[in-house]
């Protein structure tokens, strides 16, 4: 099946500093990427939408100059946190999407990225 | 309200028994589709299995099968011979239409004892 990948798969950072993680659908076009949050024992909730080419698409509460996605080719997507502070602590999931429509296009993830802000 | 409920926050089987996970779902598009993922503790999310509003008939997957029932908008999962293995969160999720996202239920966590 479809591999999405995710870099780097844990990060501890200072408050303040600002964090890059990348997405990258390895053997397919992802034409929508997807940044998800996950807090311990909640599921995942949706911060953003992103096609490539385009700006991304906030949830309502994200804010997008604290959480800047950029989706700059059909195989990567980056999510930048910036002056990351500890409640900005969380487990963040990126996942693709194939070119089809289809409402049963699979949805492929990524491992997740485990970010601690001290 | 929810647009997917998942009433079992955990669940425990008995190794090599079946498992059922509920599911509900909330929707008023006559197009959408119904996922489960499997969550294990390392975090990835796996694709386990998908039913499309218009199928006529249940999904199977192996082990993994849905019982779909429209009229009563529940979706559940059944896993059949239970393995430790299967030991992990299990999410069911919806798509509405061709080109939404995915939204996601609360999970189930289910523990396989041996």
């Known amino acids: 099946g479809a591999v999405v990948s995710q870099h780097p798969s844990w990060v501890i950072c200072k408050s303040g500093t600002s964090v890059k993680i990348e997405c990258r659908s390895l053997?397919?076009?992802?034409?929508?990427m997807f940044w998800y949050r996950q807090f311990p024992k909640q599921s995942l909730m949706l911060m953003a939408t992103?096609?490539?080419?385009?700006?991304?698409?906030?949830e309502q509460g994200v804010e997008k100059d604290k959480f800047l996605i950029n989706h700059a080719s059909l195989t990567l997507s980056t999510l930048t946190v910036t002056s990351a502070h500890p409640e900005d602590s969380s487990f963040y999931i990126c996942?693709?999407?194939?070119?089809?429509?289809?409402?049963?296009?699979?949805?492929?993830f990524g491992p997740g990225t485990r970010l601690l802000v001290l | 309200a929810q647009k997917i409920t998942q009433t079992q926050p955990g669940m425990f089987v008995q190794e090599k028994e079946a498992v059922t996970l509920d599911c509900t779902y909330d929707?008023?598009?006559?197009?959408?589709?119904l996922f489960w993922y499997k969550q294990p503790s390392s975090g990835e999310m796996i694709f386990l299995i998908y039913?499309?509003?218009?199928?006529?008939q249940n999904a199977t997957e192996g082990r993994y099968s849905l019982n779909f029932q429209k009229a009563r908008k529940s979706a559940n999962l059944v896993i059949s011979a239970s393995q430790l293995g299967d030991s992990a969160m299990y999410f069911c999720?919806?798509?509405?239409?061709?080109?939404?996202?995915?939204?996601f239920g609360s999970g189930t966590q289910l523990t396989v004892l041996p």
């Open positions: 053997d397919f076009q992802a034409t929508t």
């Open positions: 039913q499309g509003s218009y199928d006529q």
């Open positions: 929707t008023s598009d006559p197009s959408y589709g």
């Open positions: 992103s096609n490539e080419g385009s700006k991304a698409t906030y």
């Open positions: 996942s693709a999407r194939d070119r089809g429509t289809g409402v049963g296009e699979t949805q492929y």
């Open positions: 999720a919806m798509r509405e239409g061709p080109s939404r996202q995915l939204t």
